[in-house]
Every structure is written in structure tokens, then in C-alpha cells.
């Protein structure tokens, strides 16, 4: 699942018009880099989730589309923005596709971009087989979150800590494997009939509370492009900060 769903108002200007998924970086959509990766991986089955603008999303990709060297790629959408005049937050959203996603998946942001991660279909076997619920890649904390997300032990579980704590040193790049158990208690059906938001924070912690979220650093290039600035640095028209 790629979430694309988001109104970006940070970006504004530039979301006004266009939904951020679709900005372009380094030439392509933003969004056209997690699902080439995905691809790469054998990931060939995508579902998207639109809302700001989503009209825009489909019209860019379709249903299938195939990129030179990759394997074709089937796209299927849900339209929160359609359906509910909303976005449904990231857990909401996920919980509405659910009941089109398989019992392991992947989920990665839309509005992230990380053009060296693998998607490893021996990485998701190897999840599967784990008795946590979610898997998570961390980065080492970015100038932009300095208190940071979460923590990671040395046994590789995600650690619920307070934003800040001195060993609060991670954020979470969005990437990310899910079982459908881990929104089982979410207080939602799968696929979210009412469009209820949801955010995802409050459910990772909860689970990480039980030990049932593992983890990983990713140390790979990677940009939160969260405002015109940071995408005018991917671009080359503002040099590159520090992380």
C-alpha cells in the first residue's frame, strides 16, 4: 500500500494544485519512486489510497502501468476523498483498504523518498514468520525531528519511549510491514464502512507496549519531503542539509 491520501500543507503553494505524491523529484511523481521499488521487488499488486486532489493520482498511473526493465504493475485505489470528502488519517485509511490487502503487506508513504530501499519478498517471509505484528524501519533522527519517534533495543524491538528520551533516537520512515491481526483491535471493521480517522501513532505504541513490534535502522538515502524546501534540495536547486 503506498498512502497518498495526505493534503500536504506544509508544501502549500505547490499542493494547491497538485497532490505532493505527484510533485516531481529528480525528473518522476514523488510516489513513482516507492512503486518502482516496490516492483523491483516483485511487488506488483499496489493499492493506493487518494483523498486532496485524488482525481489526479489515478489519471497519472491508471490501473496498470509498466516502467522500462520492471514488471508490469496493477494499481487499485481507494478514494477517501470521494467516499468521505476526507482524508482517514493513516490507520483509518489502512483500515479501509484492509479487506484488499493480503495478510502480510507492505505500507510506505507516498510523500517519502528513499530510492535505495529493498523490498524483499525474503524480508516479508522472514516477518511472517515473527511472532510481532509490525515491522518497522527506523532512520537516525533528522534535523526536522530531533526528539525523535521511538527507540530500538538491541534484540530489534521498537521501543514505546517518551519524544526526547535520551535514547528516543529514531524516527519512523514510514516504511513499514503490517499483519492484518495488528488493527484487529483497532475499535474499526475492516475496510472502515463509516470513514472514521485514525491515526496510527496511538496503535504502533499500544503494540510496542505488548513487545509486539520489531525494528530496524535503515541507513540508506533517505528524505521526508515534507516541505518546498527539502524537495527543492532533492532537486538540486538548494544544496543538500546535513541530517
Not at 495488528?182 to 480517522?197: E, S, T
Amino acid at each position: 500500500m503506498v498512502l497518498a491520501a495526505g493534503r500536504g500543507e506544509r508544501m502549500r503553494p505547490l499542493t494547491d494544485q497538485t497532490p505532493k505524491p505527484l510533485l516531481r523529484v529528480r525528473g518522476q511523481p514523488l510516489m513513482q519512486w516507492p512503486m518502482q521499488a516496490l516492483a523491483r521487488g516483485g511487488f506488483v499488486r499496489q493499492l493506493v489510497n487518494t483523498a486532496w486532489l485524488g482525481e489526479q493520482i489515478p489519471a497519472q498511473f491508471g490501473d496498470q502501468i509498466s516502467w522500462p526493465g520492471l514488471p508490469e504493475v496493477h494499481i487499485r485505489y481507494t478514494h477517501e476523498g470521494q467516499d468521505f470528502g476526507r482524508a482517514l488519517e493513516t490507520a483509518g485509511g489502512i483500515v479501509r483498504a484492509l479487506p484488499q490487502l493480503a495478510e502480510v503487506f507492505w505500507v510506505v508513504a507516498g510523500d517519502v523518498f528513499a530510492p535505495d530501499f529493498v523490498f524483499s519478498d525474503q524480508t516479508l517471509q522472514r516477518f511472517a514468520a515473527s511472532p510481532a505484528l509490525a515491522h518497522l524501519w527506523l532512520v537516525p533522527n533528522p534535523a526536522h525531528n530531533p526528539g525523535g519517534d521511538f527507540g530500538l533495543s538491541a534484540s530489534g524491538e521498537v521501543l514505546n519511549l517518551p519524544k526526547g528520551a535520551p535514547s528516543c533516537a529514531y524516527t519512523f520512515s514510514t516504511m513499514a510491514l503490517y499483519k492484518q491481526d495488528f488493527f484487529a483491535d483497532c475499535g474499526l471493521p475492516p475496510g472502515n464502512p463509516d470513514g472514521v480517522a485514525l491515526a496510527l501513532a496511538p496503535l504502533l505504541r499500544a503494540a510496542m507496549d505488548r513487545g509486539l513490534v520489531s525494528g530496524e535502522v535503515y541507513a540508506g538515502d533517505w528524505t521526508d519531503v515534507g516541505t518546498p524546501e527539502r524537495l527543492a534540495q532533492l532537486n538540486g536547486d538548494l544544496p543538500r542539509m546535513p541530517p
